[in-house]
């Protein structure tokens, strides 16, 4: 079933505000819910599931609205970081707790959720992994058709948590239901969902595809949580019909950088200036100067860093700069430490960010 919450607005006694002006999922529609600790993501799903009542707004399951309907008649279950199993009860008697159809049909689905085989087992006997696996077979047998998963790997070995969430996505998509994930992990987020909201302090500042976010930012905020780039202070300092020259700040100094593209801004209007990864590249200077290039910079390479598909490269620069290189991209270049390279940003991919939202 399909998932709309509009102007959802919850309020704690600590004084801590959630608002979430509208976020829709359709039917088997799997989205993520990207945001730092204490950014509000467990209460959100919490009053979804009718755990906490709200100040205002409204939920619609499958077209119906559930805002006033108790937690057990709003068909939404909450897969936990830490699972909440029965300690007492078996694997077997763990999932059948709540379900109404045959036992054919549970013991088909315990099969597809890869539990079949420790139905006899108490929860105290199980791997965390397997706990995880049993709890959203629980939810699902208990006929939630929208499931909230709050950092659902968080407990997991970082070699499970692959496996287990691909397990997770088939039963998901076999059973038809509408998922919504929440992690604080970029990485993590990213394979889950190509969908996305950001979540700060309590506020949906931005939700579209991963590419909308990494890309075009509406806040400095959503820049950082994706983590795809830098942000620098930076001041609009002419604007003509298909440019913008614009002026950044760090501490190490100030670069005039020019923008393809007409901001609505005003001359000597202070702004944030978002600088992807993938508007970054290092041209060994070896090479000579790259011609008909704009935005290029001097630059010596003062340190490298292996990452997981890469290299993280320092740059000793007019600003304190570093920029991402695939592996095979990176053997290429044949550059290392010490090396002079000429650093490209691509005008066409510089973002200017509104310095008050």
Not at 40 to 49: D, R, V
Request: neutral net charge; glycine residues 8%; hydrophobic residues 40%.
């Amino acid at each position: 079933m399909s998932l709309h919450v509009e102007n959802w607005v919850v309020e704690t006694e600590s004084g801590f505000c959630l608002r979430v002006p509208r976020l829709s999922l359709e039917t088997g529609e799997i989205a993520v819910l990207l945001g730092a600790a204490g950014a509000g993501k467990s209460l959100f799903f919490e009053s979804l599931a009718g755990f906490h009542r709200p100040a205002a707004g409204s939920i619609r399951v499958g077209g119906e609205d559930v805002s006033r309907l108790p937690a057990e008649r709003r068909r939404i279950g909450i897969l936990f970081q830490r699972d909440a199993l029965f300690p007492h009860m078996t694997v077997y008697r763990n999932v059948a707790y709540g379900w109404r159809g045959e036992k054919r049909a549970l013991s088909d689905l315990m099969e597809r959720a890869g539990i079949q085989d420790y139905g006899h087992l108490y929860p105290r006997q199980l791997t965390p992994y397997q706990r995880q696996q049993v709890s959203l077979a629980r939810i699902l047998a208990g006929g939630a058709r929208v499931v909230l998963l709050d950092e659902p790997t968080g407990e997991l070995e970082e070699t499970q948590k692959e496996e287990w969430r691909r397990r997770a996505v088939r039963l998901l998509r076999e059973e038809g239901v509408t998922a919504l994930v929440a992690t604080r992990d970029r990485e993590e987020a990213l394979r889950w969902s190509s969908r996305i909201g950001v979540l700060y302090r309590g506020r949906l500042l931005q939700e579209g595809t991963a590419e909308e976010l990494l890309s075009r930012p509406q806040s400095r905020e959503v820049a950082d949580a994706m983590g795809a780039g830098t942000v620098f202070p930076g001041r609009v300092a002419r604007c003509r019909d298909s440019w913008t020259a614009v002026r950044i700040f760090s501490d190490s100094g100030f670069l005039d950088l020019l923008a393809w593209n007409r901001w609505l801004y005003r001359e000597w209007e202070d702004v944030w200036v978002f600088l992807p990864d993938a508007a970054l590249r290092l041209w060994p200077r070896r090479d000579g100067e790259p011609e008909g290039v704009p935005n290029r910079i001097s630059a010596v390479i003062a340190a490298v860093h292996a990452e997981r598909y890469g290299v993280r490269v320092e740059l000793d620069a007019p600003l304190c700069l570093s920029v991402f290189i695939q592996q095979r991209d990176w053997e290429n270049l044949r550059l290392g430490c010490g090396d002079p390279v000429w650093l490209t940003i691509d005008p066409n991919r510089l973002h200017l960010v509104p310095l008050q939202q």
